[in-house]
């Protein structure tokens, strides 16, 4: 059976992040034109920039979730090897998609943070046009919620298929009584 207190740990951090990057969504920047006090130009003013601190906080705790797993199961490639059959395909598989969902998780959540840094300092005329406030689109934290929560459960479920063909390795780990006999014959 796969360490509850790892299963338990990587959903607690996991859950934060997905609660981050619902955050950020629901407190992303919104600008709105302002005129100055004389009247002669506009100007952006954006509210709260806190959706940047969420959407960092998301993707921070996400690489410890991704980080702590592949630390306990040593990345899948290294450490003893893993028995032949079903649980090891359903890893490799589980850990492939995993890291997938990871990358475009985080690939939204850092996007969407540093455009939501951005500010705009642009200032028009009233005879130059529209001004054009930039911000962060909506859904940008949306999709990096939902891949945080696709990395979960496929991040968890190769962690127990992991531990069941780890399980049913009967090969020592590295260091302990060697496999084949290497002593001359006498």
Known sequence: MASKLVLGLVFLVDLIAFGLAVAAEQRRSKATVVPDSEKSYNYCVYDSDIATGYGVGAFLFLLLSQAI?????KCFCCGRSLGPGGPRACALLLFLFSWLTFLIA???LLAGSVRNAHHTRYRNMFFDG???CETVRKGVFAAGAAFVLFTAVLSELYYVY???AARSSGAPPYGEAPAVGMSSYR
């Open 130 to 132: 529209n001004l054009s």
């Open 106 to 108: 985080e690939a939204c």
């Open 162 to 164: 992991y531990a069941k």
């Open 69 to 73: 797993l592949m630390a306990v199961s």
